[in-house]
Nanobody, 114 residues
């Protein structure tokens, strides 16, 4: 059973920065894609993800402001969020895709005040 431990959420003023981390442990299978989703009232949406080869993708709304990275040796994914806007306020969920299953973190709240 894979465990995901998220950290780094919080309250920040508009224009500020936060860094989210998600460490995965316990996987018997290779971890392929790691990423972050967010959910405000409404549907959950992809923020960014990164493959084991380092290929990244971003939601249009965060391009140029957010950067995703990963440390394969530590099975950890990071999301550096700069120039935060009130509309970035949401619960952010870590997502890890292995050869056998998809796992979700418990979520971390990010609140951006105007």
């Amino acid at each position: 059973q894979v465990q995901l431990v998220e950290s780094g959420g919080g309250l920040v003023q508009a224009g500020g920065s936060l860094r989210l981390s998600c460490a995965a442990s316990g996987s018997r299978f290779s971890i392929r894609t790691m990423g972050w989703y967010r959910q405000a009232p409404g549907k959950r949406e992809l923020v960014a993800d990164i493959t084991s080869f380092g290929t990244t993708s971003y939601a249009d709304s965060v391009k140029g402001r957010f950067t995703i990275s990963r440390d394969n040796a530590k099975n950890t994914v990071y999301l550096q969020m700069n120039s935060l806007k009130p509309e970035d306020t949401a619960v952010y969920y870590c997502n890890v895709i292995t050869d056998s299953y998809t796992y979700w973190g418990q979520g971390t709240q990010v609140t951006v005040s105007s």
